[in-house]
C-alpha cells in the first residue's frame, strides 16, 4: 500500500542538519536521550500529520507521496525545500526594557515576541538581537523517515487529531460518540485546564413541511362579484349631510367704564373753604 496526498499516517523521523551533523529533532524516546534532546514534558512516538497540510515542510511531505508502508528512507532537503533561507530583514533590535517582566533572555534562547517565535541572537548594553527566521533557515535538512501506519477508522482520526492540539492529555480519555453525520466528543475534566478557549455552537434546524400538506393558495374573488355589506347599502342611500358649523363665538359687550374718581375736585373745594 502506497500513500497519497490527504492520507492520514503516523510517521517516525530523525532530524539532522547537514552542515553540522546535530540532531535537532526525532520522535524516538532514546534517540532523544541519546542526543540530549529529550523533555519530560514531550511525548515520543509516531507523529500524526495529514499528508499535504503543510505540517512537515513541504518538500518532505512530497518525497512521502508513493512510499510503501514501514519502509525506512533518508530524504535530503536544501533549505528552499526545508524551512526557506534566511532574510536579513527578519533580525531586530529590541530594546532591553521589553524584557523586565519575563527576564533577561540569553542567545539562543527561543522566545515569542509580539506574538512571534524568534530566537535570541545577541544581548548587548540595553538592546536584544532576535531573530524572526526560522531557527532552521538556511540550512540543509537531512531526514530520516518512515510511514509506519496509515490512518482509516473515523474514531481513530478524530482523537489523533485531538492529540495534536491537547498532547498534554492521552487522547483515550476523550470520548468519541458518532450518529449518522453527528459527532460528540466528551472532553475529560483535566484538559478544560489546558483549553484557553471553549466555544459552544448551537444549531437549530427549521422543520420542513411534506410537499403533500403545504397548503394551495385560495383564488382571490374578483371584485364585481364581491357581495356589498346591507350596512353600506344602507348607508350609501342616505343622503349626505353638510357639515355642521362650527360655533360662533359670542362677542362679549364691553362694560361701561366707570367715572374718574373726583378726588382731585373735592380737595380744591375744602380748600376754598379754609380759605374762607
Not at 515576541?113 to 535570541?120: I, K, M
Amino acid at each position: 500500500m502506497v500513500v497519497k496526498p490527504g492520507d492520514f499516517l503516523l510517521v517516525n523521523f530523525t532530524l539532522k542538519v547537514k552542515e553540522s551533523g546535530e540532531t535537532v529533532d526525532t520522535t524516538y524516546d532514546a534517540v532523544a536521550k541519546d542526543t540530549h534532546l529529550h523533555r519530560e514534558e514531550s511525548t515520543y512516538g509516531p507523529r500524526f500529520i495529514i499528508l499535504g497540510e503543510g505540517w512537515l515542510p513541504k518538500g518532505l511531505e512530497d518525497s512521502l507521496v508513493g512510499l510503501d508502508i514501514g519502509k525506512q528512507t533518508t530524504v535530503e532537503l536544501p533549505p528552499d525545500k526545508g524551512f526557506g533561507t534566511r532574510d536579513p530583514a527578519k533580525m531586530r533590535l529590541v530594546p532591553l526594557r521589553r524584557f523586565r517582566e519575563q527576564g533577561v533572555p540569553s542567545p539562543g534562547a527561543q522566545i515569542e515576541l509580539d506574538g512571534r517565535a524568534a530566537t535570541v541572537r545577541a544581548v548587548g548594553a540595553g538592546r536584544v538581537q532576535v531573530d524572526y527566521n526560522h531557527p532552521l533557515a538556511g540550512r540543509t535538512l537531512i531526514y530520516e523517515v518512515s510511514i509506519e501506519k496509515v490512518v482509516e477508522d473515523d474514531t481513530e482520526k478524530v482523537l489523533n487529531i485531538i492529540s495534536k492540539r491537547i498532547p498534554e492529555v492521552d487522547k483515550a480519555k476523550f470520548g468519541v460518540e458518532r450518529n449518522s453525520s453527528d459527532l460528540t466528543i466528551e472532553v475529560p475534566e483535566e484538559a478544560f485546564y489546558l483549553i484557553e478557549t471553549i466555544s459552544f455552537r448551537e444549531v437549530f434546524k427549521r422543520a420542513v413541511a411534506p410537499p403533500d400538506t403545504e397548503e394551495t393558495s385560495k383564488p382571490e374573488v374578483p371584485q364585481a362579484h364581491k357581495p356589498v355589506d346591507s350596512a353600506e347599502t344602507e348607508a350609501s342611500d342616505k343622503p349626505e349631510k353638510a357639515p355642521a358649523q362650527p360655533p360662533q363665538r359670542k362677542r362679549k359687550t364691553p362694560t361701561a367704564r366707570k367715572p374718574a374718581s373726583k378726588g382731585p375736585t373735592k380737595r380744591a373745594m375744602m380748600g376754598s373753604e379754609s380759605q374762607r
